[in-house]
């Protein structure tokens, strides 16, 4: 007589973002690019969205047949418009959010309008840094490029006061414990200069608040300019002047697809008469900028017309 034999248990299949329920709401909304995936989890938590009238609340799914509301305004979650992607040459004396409480300029002030959905920056400049920050419409593709674990290099020309020797350098690339953890540089060459002031260009492999300038100041020594040249793969165009933007073409959109390991998204075609007017809104833009910072250093005052 043969023993039967015990059936065999199912496997637990690995836990996804997608499944027959649909996908996870955060990673729906930054796709559809209505934020940075983080910032839609934070969303989430502060009950700003609903789903088919239901609060939302993190670690929900959904499929492309329900209604999301976000403070009560619907939601488009189409995800047929393509992606668009934009360098801007940060000055100094813009900041990085959205809406300032002190009142001060903020980046989203100079950039172009979107019908639909919003411009995401992909990581941040303090309000005295200047130089390159990039944007895009996909939120999927800013939260991989400004995750720890993409360990792409930034790369910045910082200005130093003070005296620099070979001992300060093997320090900071060894690694020195900030308030927040141990940082270093992984790489310095040197940018020349006289006297107490002297450049330099480092690259950090993060972007914590403020790093660059904690990492000199715990050497003692005093960073009077900073500047970001580079993100990972993207230089800033020495062209492109303080307060101006470019879309980036859909070879250099490949590239942040590249480099944040995800499936490229095609970028939004210009025609030839979109381009140029982008081009002119750029200019324009910068001009304001050059403006605002020639009245804000001079002390200029424009004389009303009579």
Known sequence: MSQSKPKSRPKTPPSTDSDERGEKLQK???????????EMERWIQEG???VDGRVASLGDRITGDVKVLLDGKPVLLDETEKVRCLLYHKPVGEVCSRKDPEGRRTVFESLPPLKGGRWIVIGRLDYNTSGLLLFTTDGE???????????????????????????????????????????RFTDIVDGGGEGI????????????NREVRRLWESQGLTVS???????????????????????????????????????????????DNEQAKLERLAKKAGRRTAR???????????????
């Open 48 to 50: 700003r969205f609903t």
């Open 28 to 38: 729906v909304l930054a796709r559809a690019g209505i934020g940075s995936r983080r």
């Open 197 to 208: 002031n002297h450049w330099f260009y480092v690259v950090l492999m993060e972007g914590r």
């Open 292 to 306: 605002r910072l020639f009245d804000a250093d001079a002390g200029f005052v424009r004389k009303k017309k009579r």
């Open 141 to 183: 593709l800013a939260n991989a490029l400004m995750h720890p674990s993409s360990m792409i290099e930034r790369e910045y020309l910082v200005r130093v006061m003070g005296r620099v020797d070979d001992a300060v350098l093997e320090r900071l690339k060894a690694g020195v414990e900030l308030d927040d953890g141990p940082a």
């Open 225 to 271: 300019r900073l500047k970001r040249v580079r993100y990972g793969n993207v230089f800033i165009p020495s062209k492109l002047k303080k307060g101006e933007w470019m879309e980036l073409p859909g070879s250099d959109v490949e590239v942040l697809y590249a480099m944040a390991q995800l499936p490229p998204k095609a970028a939004k075609p210009l025609t």
